[in-house]
Every structure is written in structure tokens, then in C-alpha cells.
């Protein structure tokens, strides 16, 4: 396995914030740089399938491989290689703490890792910047 990149942050934003926003696919490129557009194709589900579009590239297909209170996993199929953005809360009191894992795994993972991952790696914690701002005017 390829590490990619991590994000964190902590916020006194509540997890159900978060997980409305992962949700709510088409407005992803309203706070991650990297998507032109996101579709899930079912319900917010593990188990469910959908497409987005990178900028600048082709339409990547995604299937939600884990889903639970703490946890969003969802993985795109490239050739050779499986992208995986690992999303996690943690709260501890009143803070919630958001971690960003992306990882790629596959006979082909360090040839994808060196076409896409930098870009990933540069935008992450600005994508999840973003997304706690997004979150943030979530009613809960």
C-alpha cells in the first residue's frame, strides 16, 4: 500500500455535520478542488456506487466500501491500482476530530501514485478546510 497523503483537522463541529456533507455528493465541488462533479448512484450506503469527475481528468467510477458512525471509506478502480480515501471522526468531549487518509494499492499503485498523487497530496488540507466550512452551516 501507497500513502498518499493525511489531512486533520479538530473542530467543535459535530460528526453528523460531516458525514451530511460526504452525503450530499453533488456539492462536493463546492469545497474539493480536485472534483468537477460527484454523483452516488443509490443511497449514501456502503455497498453503493457512483461517478465523479477529477478536473482535468476522465470520470472515475467509486463504490462506498465501508460506512459506520465513525468511518467513510470509499475506493475508485484504476487501471492496476484501487484509489482509497479513508475518512474518519473521532470526537473526544465537544471536538471532533476529521482525518483524510488517501492510499492506492495494486501492481500499478506507484505508477498512479506518481501520475495523481501529488496533486492529491497538495490539495487535501485545503480540501478539508473546506469541508469543515461546508459543514459548519449544516443544521444537526
Not at 14 to 36: Q, R, S
Not at 96 to 106: A, K, P, S, W
Request: avoid cysteine; aromatic fraction near 8%.
Amino acid at each position: 500500500m501507497t500513502q498518499i497523503g493525511t489531512a486533520q483537522t479538530t473542530t467543535t463541529i459535530a460528526p453528523a455535520a460531516f458525514f451530511a456533507k460526504w452525503a450530499d455528493m453533488g456539492t462536493w465541488h463546492e469545497w474539493n478542488l480536485d472534483t468537477e462533479w460527484a454523483r452516488l448512484d443509490g443511497p449514501f450506503a456502503e455497498g453503493s456506487t457512483g461517478v465523479l469527475k477529477p478536473k482535468g481528468g476522465p470520470r472515475t467510477k467509486f463504490v462506498i466500501t465501508k460506512l459506520t458512525d465513525d468511518e467513510f471509506i470509499d475506493v475508485s478502480k484504476l487501471p492496476g491500482a484501487r484509489l482509497i480515501f479513508a475518512h474518519r471522526v473521532e470526537t473526544a468531549g465537544e471536538h471532533t476530530t476529521v482525518t483524510v487518509t488517501v492510499t492506492m494499492e495494486g501492481p500499478l499503485a506507484f505508477l498512479w501514485a506518481r501520475i495523481l498523487g501529488g496533486d492529491i497530496a497538495k490539495t487535501l488540507q485545503h480540501d478539508l478546510d473546506g469541508l469543515v466550512e461546508a459543514a459548519a452551516g449544516v443544521a444537526v
